[in-house]
């Protein structure tokens, strides 16, 4: 299944796609967020990439609930999929900006450079979890 992996903020989204395959989770771009057009645009851009399903950051705070702009990511997950027709799956994104820093820098990313570039990671970063717990469930459902 292609996913379609976005990691939502009041300013930017960043994107993220799998391949079909469920392998790989590779950054995309990193768009502003202007609400209606935004959406739009993003319903095309999952149209044009065979997306499958969406995958929606859910921010949350360290003890787990959700965070106060978690309300947002909701209605904009809704409204995306309202405009797709594609299922959504919401997903906890704790420490995917952290872990989307550290990989950047691992890379060499130059700082200013990151900047541009995390939202798409962390978004990517967030999708690989994604797929690492479907991996794990469809390994174990296989030994019972």
Known sequence: MRWMSLDHGTKNIGIAFSDELEI????????PNQG???LARLAR???????????????RHKDGAESAT????????????DLTGLPLTFW????TS????????????????????LD??????????LLETRK?????????
């Open 70 to 81: 978690a309300p947002l990511a909701r209605a904009f997950g809704e409204a995306l999929r």
């Open 98 to 117: 952290v872990e989307a820093e550290r990989l950047l820098a691992a890379r060499g990313v130059k700082p200013k450079d990151r900047k541009a570039r």
């Open 45 to 59: 851009l999952a149209r044009e990439e065979g997306a499958q399903a969406l995958l929606v950051g859910l921010p």
């Open 24 to 31: 790989l989770a590779s950054p995309f771009e990193v768009w």
């Open 120 to 129: 798409a990671a962390a978004a990517a970063v967030m999708l690989e979890d």
């Open 92 to 95: 906890d994104e704790r420490l």
């Open 36 to 38: 209606e057009p935004t």
């Open 136 to 144: 794990t469930a469809a390994r174990t459902s296989q030994r019972t």
